[in-house]
Nanobody, 123 residues
């Protein structure tokens, strides 16, 4: 199986930026799409962004379009989420996932989930 470890979360002021990283480890012999979900207090987990195995296709939730950018480095088995113009509404625990393809990421049909990293945006 694949283990996913997120990092890069923290406390920032509104309008600031953070870059989240997700490192994958373990023996895998398949290619996967990857993505990010988030869960705010009192809310269900919500899709944030997804990227295909090659990085050629990306998909974003409407709430983050134009502000967040997902990317990956397959040589490092890593996926990143650059978050700019952060808003207090972005406060949540962010989770890294893998899935068979980019649509399965969006549909929460993920095969693996990370433990999450906290992002807090102050007003």
């Amino acid at each position: 199986q694949v283990q996913l470890v997120e990092s890069g979360g923290g406390l920032v002021q509104a309008g600031g930026s953070l870059r989240l990283s997700c490192a994958a480890s373990g023996r895998t012999f398949s290619t996967y799409a990857m993505g990010w979900f988030r869960q705010a207090p009192g809310k269900e987990r919500a899709f944030v962004a997804a990227i295909s195995w090659t990085g050629g296709n990306t998909y974003y939730a409407d709430s983050v379009k134009g502000r967040f950018t997902i990317s990956r480095d397959n040589a490092k088995n890593a996926v990143y989420l650059q978050m700019n113009s952060l808003k207090p509404e972005d406060t949540a625990v962010y989770y890294c996932v893998t899935a068979r393809d980019i649509m399965r990421v969006k549909l929460m049909l993920a095969d693996n989930w990370g433990q999450g990293t906290q992002v807090t945006v102050s007003s």
